[in-house]
């Protein structure tokens, strides 16, 4: 199952987490309005247009209408699998780990200009994928481009959130993506995914080849099983 625009407004992340039976905050609509406003200054469409950071997949589905996207680099914040899912890319017995913004180094991405008129429209399509629940929390950054920087809503890790899984030690994280698989498909899948799309946009990632590298070797180890060719 891939996300779309039309799936994400009709609240599948939320029913999924809901049906789920597990204990995670789901933000509520009252909230995610709430936060939105919050970062927009009060304003319901705001005096200019809106930037936002994707280092994920948000960067090749991002889902929303946007006017321009140009590559930039993130300063003070790295890509990491960092939060733990029990859903989408993992199972309630067996969380998967999915990508944060983490402190230090810096991150190469894609900033997305949304048009000021449909800036809220656009955002709520956002935060209905970003902030179902805790795991992030949304802040103003500086990105930098190649025409300038631009002023980005970036979706950082909440290190208070207690699905934050901590800087895995390499091994230990592919362990976990090399196992979990959720509604949304395999962890694995996710990661080689991402690796893909990144060397296709000229943004190759050192730490996560190495992670993939690391992945690929453990599922080509696993035992067959009965029956397979």
Not at 142 to 148: E, K, P, Y
Not at 191 to 197: E, K
Not at 201 to 211: E, V
Request: charged letters at 25%; hydrophobic letters at 40%; proline letters at 5%.
């Amino acid at each position: 199952m891939s996300l779309t625009r039309e799936s994400i407004r009709d609240g599948i992340l939320q029913d999924m987490l809901e049906r789920s039976g597990v204990s995670i905050h789901v933000t509520t609509e009252e909230e995610r309005h709430a936060s939105i406003a919050a970062m927009l200054g009060g304003r319901g469409t705001p005096a200019e247009d809106v930037w936002v950071f994707g280092y994920g997949s948000l960067m090749w589905n991002p889902a929303f209408h946007h006017a321009e996207q140009r590559l930039g680099t993130l300063p003070g914040w790295h890509r990491r699998f960092c939060l733990w899912t029990p859903l989408g890319r993992g199972s309630p017995d067996n969380p998967g780990l999915v990508l944060g913004l983490d402190n230090g180094g810096s991150c190469r991405g894609v900033a997305f200009r949304i048009r000021a008129a449909q800036a809220w429209e656009e955002l709520d399509i956002v935060w209905r994928r970003e902030m179902v629940s805790d795991g992030y929390t949304p802040r103003w950054a500086t990105v930098r481009t190649d025409a300038g920087p631009v002023r980005a809503i970036a979706f950082t890790i909440n290190h208070g959130a207690p699905r934050y899984a901590g800087k895995l030690a390499l091994e230990d994280a592919a362990r976990v993506i090399a196992h979990a698989e959720g509604g949304l498909g395999s962890c694995a899948e996710y990661l080689m995914s991402t690796v893909d799309h990144l060397d296709e946009m000229g943004i190759p990632d050192r730490r996560l080849h190495a992670l993939r590298d690391r992945v690929k070797a453990l599922l080509q180890a696993r035992p067959r099983t009965a029956g397979a060719a």
